[in-house]
């Protein structure tokens, strides 16, 4: 079988990050009418209820406000590198302090028929116009982001700005607790369309940080985008843990 599922494949590409910097996620919950608008045709969206790997915080919401359960779970994940592999082409900045930024913006969502789950990457984001470049040579879209980070001396909070799109995200805040290492990746399976019509693509995201610590402070958002509108429609926005160290990749396959 899986020397059949090789042959499946008629093109791939690989995305590699080198010197993870930092990386979190922002979970969150999506109205049912709104999710189901962002999905392509033959899907619908999960269920809060219904998710086996919904977020703690999340599954404590719906168990205390049970009105959200038929929302569906979302995740706005930052990863923020020294340079991103984008097959032959090693994309980095001039200066050495400056760093890479992809943001994904996934939806879960599974086939209508009732099939297996297939979760769906709403928007992809980068803060580099070569990285941009790169990606759409493959024929996959990255949208144009804006990210400032500003690490301040305990015990003011750090800062990170992301403009994304018609979303403008302020996180304030600073990790908190011991550091853990992380054992094992982080992976997470998704599809995206491709450009000008190029049929979808099979993402899977692997990221083996070393440590991860917990984190605590506020989020601000603002704008009149689809991603700002879900934000704060959302019951809940919880933002962390921070991963740090490491490497990791994205694969596209279809």
Known sequence: MAAQ???DVRESQRWEFQGIRAGYCIRFLVEP?????ALEKGLRAVRADQDPTLHPALQQVIRGQPEFSAWAPSSLCFYFSDAVQVGTRRITDKNPRNFLMIALWTLGAQQQSGGSRRDLALDLYANRGNLIRAAESGRIRLREAKAVLTEQPDPTPDVY?????????TWRGRPTGDSTRVER???????VPGMR??????????ISPTWSRP???SLAVEGKGDLAKALKGSPIRFVGPLYHGGAGEIRFSR
């Open 161 to 169: 700005v992301m403009k994304l799109g018609g979303t403008l995200l």
């Open 33 to 37: 009418r709104t999710a189901a608008r």
């Open 185 to 191: 990746p982080i992976e997470e399976s998704w599809s």
């Open 197 to 206: 019509g190029s049929g979808a693509w099979a993402g899977h995201l692997a």
């Open 5 to 7: 599922a090789r042959t």
């Open 215 to 217: 984190l605590l402070g």
